[in-house]
């Protein structure tokens, strides 16, 4: 079970058995004695090796999910000053009387304004959440939180390049690099997703690019007050954006019954907790949980944020195709996928 799933439910701890139980989710890492050089050196080839042979499927995969929401976009579909020309649309009151278009207004016998695409490319900063907890699956043919992470963030990095847009990936590894403007930059963005060190369970403290847009994609359980003070420094530098929160099925459902030890990842073994009765706290933990989502909504709202949900058993396209629309000018509403 997720670390901080596990913290939601410490909350309601009960009494423990005396007797050994099931177990649920991955074993926590535990600590090892030091290694010779040569040992250290075999397992920096080892994960050298297992990080090279993700980068194919999932740059295979991001391209391929970008293929697919783009084939139903056409441009940016943003007002601004740009010259290609978008689509016509009623007059309203306090719009600009040099933007009416004068030939269109009399074929239709009403005043229209002719708007063009928004033709500046902004800055947008990504980020990946890449924590213990976002490594966890309640079954083997759900993919693990992470996964789904990875994939919709170098998906939505694909189709921002494609638009024209500038893309930060913010990851813990060294300061923030230059924004990325081409295709070739995500061969580079997969490398620094996949590294050991990519996301914690917050964004690291730094300083982005001011009136910038910002995705921040994790399973933000941890407390709303911890990641506060890091929307509240954003928006300060008039930046604003969206939370994409990642859950598997049993985070929100809680199917557990009988006798379950939930082992949260890390290796302090005093992170275990028995629940005797899962289903006696079925209840009182999706409430929890409801509080929890409750409190997140509230911090965008109070930041001029949007936060949306995204399920592992459900297909990424719809929540990718909503980000990206509402990065490019959409409504951006709250909303699950």
């Not at 397992?43 to 999910?65: K, Q």
């Not at 947008?124 to 213990?132: A, D």
């Not at 994790?218 to 709303?224: C, M, Y």
């Not at 289903?279 to 509230?298: T, V």
Request: proline share 9%.
């Amino acid at each position: 079970m997720s670390g901080p799933l596990h913290r939601l439910l410490s909350a309601l701890r009960g009494p423990e058995p005396d007797h050994p139980p099931a177990v649920a989710g991955p074993a926590g890492l535990r600590p090892h004695a030091p290694a010779s050089a040569a040992a250290s050196a075999v397992r920096l080839a080892a994960r050298a090796e297992a990080l090279s042979g993700a980068l194919p499927p999932l740059l295979t995969d991001a391209l391929r999910l970008a293929e697919t929401v783009a084939a139903g976009l056409h441009g940016r579909h943003r007002t601004g000053t740009g010259e290609d020309f978008w689509q016509f649309r009623p007059y309203d009151r306090g719009d600009p009387v040099a933007l009416i278009d004068w030939r269109q207004s009399a074929r239709r016998q009403h005043a229209y304004i002719r708007q063009r695409e928004w033709t500046v490319a902004q800055t947008i900063t990504l980020w990946c959440g890449g924590h213990e907890g976002m490594r966890w699956r309640s079954a083997a043919a759900l993919p693990e939180k992470i996964d789904h992470a990875r994939l919709l963030t170098l998906a939505l990095a694909a189709l921002l390049l494609r638009g024209g847009e500038r893309v930060h990936l913010l990851t813990e590894d060294g300061d923030l690099p230059p924004a990325d403007t081409g295709r070739a930059a995500l061969h580079t963005m997969a490398s620094r997703l996949c590294h050991p060190a990519a996301g914690g369970d917050l964004p690291p403290g730094r300083d982005l690019p001011r009136h910038g847009r910002a995705v921040l994609i994790s399973d933000f359980l941890t407390p709303p007050d911890r990641l506060e003070p890091v929307l509240r420094r954003m928006a300060a530098a008039d930046i604003r954006g969206h939370l994409i929160q990642i859950l598997d099925p049993a985070e929100e459902t809680f199917p557990f019954e009988g006798r379950i030890r939930f082992r949260a990842p890390g290796p302090a073994a005093a992170q275990d907790w028995v629940v005797p009765r899962c289903e006696d706290l079925r209840d009182d933990y999706r409430h929890r949980l409801s509080l929890h989502r409750d409190a997140l909504a509230a911090l965008c709202r109070s930041t001029g944020w949007q936060l949306s949900a995204h399920r592992t058993d459900h297909p990424l396209p719809a929540t990718l195709l909503g980000l990206y629309q509402a990065l490019s000018g959409g409504s951006g509403r709250e909303g699950t996928a």
